[in-house]
């Protein structure tokens, strides 16, 4: 077996493919942390379950994405962090690597080059947000909503500001128990230009204006923590229209065949990927970093679009995205950049957030309590 070099200091790093390095100088196990539901099970069937077949790598997986952030910070105050891999958001991404809670990733020297030759950088483009993550999926949050609602009389929502139209579209909402979203979709059906958005979030009249428009729907409204609620919650019928990522849609609208429809309208695209937490021991970052390597190669991010519709963060694998693994039926049309879906849309301002987060997140949780 050809072995390669393998280097980890403060500066620079290189990670490995498959078992090209002796066991004995990376760790057996990989702790991986996500989000649960049919995204998760896109990830073990794309990129763990092949990884393990070929190296006999055992995977615990936690799904605490959701809480990636609060739990990392009090594992370093504890100096005991358990976690290996960490799927988060690209804003996450960005206060952890911030508050060097994550590791930074010489991308084009720790990561496959693209299939069509690029490096990976140029493969990534400007999806590099941050010296500490790696892009996997461009996704969209969206809402879903039911087909078979008597109350309805035969209408169906086709915009966002629907939510609000409780007279039209009675019955229970969903919304993310997070501002991210809420409080744009809420100052849009406001009146607010998008391109105005981000610059009233900045006063505090803005934000007492998104939170007075989202008092209208909050009596009416299940706040979610998981992607996978409101799925569960619409195929119950205990809603009748709930925010989610898309895939989770996809999932219940193809893959389960309930009575539940896409609402594309004003679609918040955003980015997900992963982080390595600083300072771990030196087999288990090794290990990290070579199941890096593998996960986000053109072929791989292509064989996650196989099972759930997020295009995949590498231009490489763009052309590689064909069917559903199980549905045979043609994933391009599902995905939330298709030309088709994507006339009304707000890319997710990665910077604002990232400096507002902690501070706005503050303020919605004391709102949710009032």
Known sequence: ??????????????????????????????????WGGAYQNSQQKAYSEPYAAETGVSFTWDESSAEAVAR???????????????????????????????????HDE??????????????????????????QIVYSTTFGYRTDVEEWNGATPDEVCDVWNTDEFPGQRALERRPIANMEWALICDGVALEDVYDMLETEEGVARAFAKLDEIKDQTIWWTAGAETPQLLADGEIVIGSTYNG??????????????????????????????????????A??????????DTQRLADQAKYIAYGPARSSSAPLVSTHAELGIEMA????????NS??????????????????????????LQ
Not at 260 to 276: C, E, S, T
Not at 333 to 340: E, F, G, Q, V, W
């Open 1 to 34: 077996m050809k072995l390669k070099t393998l280097m980890i200091g403060a500066t620079s790093a290189m990670a490995l493919s498959g078992a090209a390095y002796a066991e004995a100088h990376m760790a057996d196990s990989l702790t991986v942390v996500s």
């Open 72 to 106: 990392l910070r009090a594992m370093a105050e504890a100096d005991n962090i358990t976690w290996d891999v960490v799927d988060v958001v690209a804003a996450d991404a960005m206060r952890l690597c911030d508050e060097g809670l994550a590791m930074e990733i010489d």
């Open 110 to 135: 720790m990561l496959a080059d693209g299939d069509d030759g690029s490096t990976a950088s140029e493969d990534f483009g400007d999806l590099i947000v941050s010296d500490c993550f790696v892009p």
């Open 248 to 285: 989770r849609l996809f999932s219940v609208i193809e893959e389960q065949d309930q009575p539940v429809a896409m609402l594309w309208d004003y679609q918040m695209f955003d980015l997900d990927g992963w982080i390595i937490p600083a300072g771990l021991p030196e087999e288990r970052q």
């Open 287 to 296: 290990r990290a970093l070579d199941f890096l390597r593998y996960a986000t």
């Open 333 to 340: 049309p599902h995905m939330p950049t298709d030309p088709a």
């Open 343 to 368: 006339e009304n849309t707000f890319l997710f301002n990665y910077d604002w957030w990232a400096d507002n987060r902690d501070d706005l997140d503050a303020q919605f949780q004391a709102w949710l």
